[in-house]
């Protein structure tokens, strides 16, 4: 919301803090959310890869590609690990 509000108003700083803040999501962490070994947890520690983790996914690498050479792109540790949990984490999960 912040993201569209700063375009609109001809915002890049506000633009540039709304994805910035963002990718601070992008990250692993020791409780619910992404794990060090690319599952995803949620409602204390129900493997959801593809429940909210399917989201992040979508959302995660849509960003990533809609920001890509832009001064707004996401940088390249965070790419790398959405990537990471997408080979790494869920791809063994899917069938097909």
């Known amino acids: 919301i912040n993201a569209?509000?700063?375009?609109?108003?001809?915002d890049?700083?506000?633009?540039?803090r709304a994805y910035g803040r963002i990718a601070q999501e992008i990250r692993t962490v020791p409780s619910e959310g992404l794990q060090a070994d690319m599952s995803l947890l949620q409602h204390?520690?129900?493997l959801y890869n593809h429940g909210y983790?399917?989201?992040f996914a979508v959302d995660g690498t849509r960003l990533a590609r809609l920001l890509d050479g832009t001064r707004f792109a996401?940088?390249?540790d965070k790419v790398d690990l959405l990537a990471s949990y997408l080979l790494d984490g869920?791809?063994?999960?899917?069938?097909g």
């Open 53 to 55: 983790g399917a989201s």
């Open 74 to 76: 996401l940088p390249r």
């Open 44 to 46: 204390r520690g129900c």
């Open 12 to 16: 890049p700083e506000l633009v540039a």
């Open 4 to 10: 569209l509000r700063g375009l609109i108003a001809d």
């Open 90 to 95: 869920s791809q063994w999960m899917m069938l």
